[in-house]
């Protein structure tokens, strides 16, 4: 009887639930109480022999040793749990570490990169500008020579029309009147000459062209406002009136090139200098103090041409007024500070 008790609770200390590792350490002692309780049971009623009392006790024994045992493998699973803890935190500290580094490295990347696209931008709109600038002369340069070629086919055609009117004269006037018109005929032929040259209105918008290629804008506008007036259906009179603008402007009278502007874009709206004519209205505005008028002009110049030359320069004027208004507002602002 003692043998089978013993090897029953053998069985019992062999299956203990190692699933949860306190539950197991705190269960043994209540095994152990049991033994030991029925030990002396046994004893008092006299039933058990020395060799089942020695097993019992080695029972014990073993069941402690085993106790100690799982102890000592609970404590070391503490400690690679806490191993693994802090080698998980560390890794974790590792990680953040190296991503805040390459966002870092990414966000300084991305920000050279952006100053760099700028600084190819600025340096394109500053090709663009030269190049376009360069384009303008040399357009300018190409109509004032063919002003000037044509001038001189002009003053060609008129002499070669004078020599031969002269020898015709000469030919056919007895030699008395010859003498005459050789001593005294000089003066009538530059008034019959001046008449030419005003009644010619290729060759008064050319001298006008002239006069303005080599600033002088006051001749330009007189020559402007005569053809004007003088060939009013003629091809280029809406140039001219353009032109008589762009003189005041040149002039810096900047009032008179407003009202000039606004008489061509009355009678012309939708000839092809329109767009140049607000364009420089806009700027006469803002030369003399009104910009908030000059700024309604351009966006007006913006809106209307899109994709036209003026509607670039409208757009960096506007920049640029915006910039000396902000840089206006903060240069205030630091001296209320003061």
């Not at 095994?31 to 020695?54: K, M, N, P, R, Y």
């Not at 053809?227 to 008179?256: C, M, Q, R």
């Not at 209205?281 to 000059?294: L, N, R, Y």
């Amino acid at each position: 009887m003692m043998r089978q008790i013993t090897d029953f609770y053998k069985d019992r200390s062999q299956k203990l639930d190692l699933k949860s590792v306190k539950g197991s350490a705190f269960s043994l002692k209540p095994s152990a109480l049991s033994l030991f309780s029925i030990f002396c049971l046994l004893v008092l009623s006299g039933c058990a022999s020395t060799s089942d009392v020695e097993n019992l006790k080695n029972s014990v024994t073993n069941i402690q040793v085993e106790s100690i045992n799982q102890k000592k493998e609970i404590a070391q699973i503490k400690t690679d749990i806490s191993n693994i803890l802090k080698d998980i935190t560390t890794l974790k500290e590792y990680s953040l570490s190296a991503m805040k580094e390459s966002q870092s490295s990414i966000l300084t990347q991305t920000s050279d990169l952006s100053k760099e696209l700028q600084a190819l931008k600025g340096r394109f709109d500053e090709n663009k500008y030269f190049m376009d600038k360069t384009v303008k002369d040399m357009l300018a340069e190409r109509e004032l020579q063919q002003a000037k070629m044509t001038a001189l086919e002009n003053e060609l055609k008129e002499l070669k029309s004078k020599i031969s009117s002269l020898s015709s004269e000469n030919k056919e006037a007895p030699p008395a009147q010859q003498d005459h018109k050789d001593t005294g005929t000089s003066q009538p032929d530059a008034k019959d000459q001046k008449a030419v040259n005003t009644t010619d209105p290729q060759k008064l918008y050319d001298d006008a062209q002239i006069d303005f290629k080599e600033k002088r804008f006051a001749d330009a506008r007189q020559k402007f406002e005569k053809f004007s007036k003088d060939f009013p259906k003629h091809l280029l009179t809406p140039n001219s009136f353009f032109w008589i603008g762009e003189s005041y402007y040149a002039d810096k009278k900047y009032e008179d090139a407003i009202l000039a502007y606004e008489t061509f874009l009355k009678k012309y709206p939708k000839h092809e200098k329109t767009k140049g004519a607000m364009l420089k209205q806009a700027f006469a505005f803002v030369e003399i103090g009104d910009k908030k008028t000059g700024k309604v002009l351009l966006e007006k110049v913006i809106e209307k041409y899109p994709n036209s030359h003026e509607a670039e320069l409208a757009e960096k004027k506007i920049a640029e007024l915006l910039s000396k208004n902000n840089a206006g507002t903060k240069s205030s602002t630091k001296k209320r500070k003061k």
